[in-house]
Each structure stands twice: as C-alpha cells, then as structure tokens.
C-alpha cells in the first residue's frame, strides 16, 4: 500500500478511536490501516485507544496485530497502553491489554518511570489495582 494511503487511514483511524468508532476502525482494519502506525507526535492507536477507554477498539486493533507494550512518545501521550489505562482506571481497557500479553510490571520512560500499577494506585482506582495484581503486577515499596 503506498505511503498516501496509509497516512490517510491513518488519519481516519485516530479520529474514529476518540468517538468510539467501532465499525469505522474495523473497515479501516480490514482495507489496510497499520494498527501500529504512530501519528506524527508518536502516538499510537494502541495508546489512544487506551488513554481514551476504548476497550473494544483496543481489542481490534489488538487483534490486527498492534503490540500490547509499544510506547508511545507523543506529546502528553507517552507511555505505554497500559499505563494509560490504568492511570484513569480503564478497566476493560487494561484487561484487554493484559489478556493479549501486555506487561503488568512494565515501567513506561523505557522502564524508568512508573508502572501500571503505581499509576492505578495514584489514581486512585482499586478495581483496576486489583486485576494488575491478580494479573503478576509486582507491588514495589513506595514505588509501585
């Protein structure tokens, strides 16, 4: 697919994300879009899925091949998925990621800031502590 194409997809897919878009995101999918192609900030849909709570579309574009724990660098979205969903407490969201692999002891800041499970403690947001716990999220004094 050429170069046009894709970021014209692209496009469409991070507008339909935020709108919970459903349908969209899955013709989208389907004609093409790279559910790993960041915007031009470093976003990934996967992220934006994620900080949003859109655990059906999260699950799509996990479906279609986005990597559970890609970090996204954009500006005010860097992190990876999980952190994001679990810092407002996304619980579909984080356990979507976490039943397609995603890492409950990753740290996002490529492992030096904080995990999923001291941003759903900030939160604070105990339903979505408690399924990263149940999930092997390592609770770590004062930093978790």
Not at 61 to 70: I, K, R
Not at 74 to 100: F, I, M, S
Not at 125 to 144: K, Q, S
């Amino acid at each position: 697919m050429n170069h046009r194409k894709q970021k014209k997809f692209s496009r469409r897919l991070f507008a339909a994300i935020p709108e919970g878009d459903t349908t969209c995101v899955k013709a989208l999918l389907r004609a093409g879009a790279d559910p790993e192609r960041a915007d031009s900030e470093g976003t990934t849909p996967l992220y934006e899925a994620s900080v949003n709570g859109e655990a059906a579309i999260a699950r799509l574009l996990l479906a279609a091949g986005a990597a559970p724990d890609t970090e996204s660098s954009g500006l005010g979205a860097e992190g990876t998925p999980l952190c994001a969903a679990a810092c407002w407490g996304h619980t579909e969201a984080v356990r979507e990621l976490l039943a397609h692999g995603a890492d409950p002891n990753l740290r996002e800041d490529h492992g030096t800031g904080w995990s999923p499970l001291r941003w759903a403690n900030q939160g604070p947001h105990p339903e979505t502590v408690a399924l990263l716990l149940a999930a092997g999220a390592i609770p770590h004094d004062g930093t978790t």
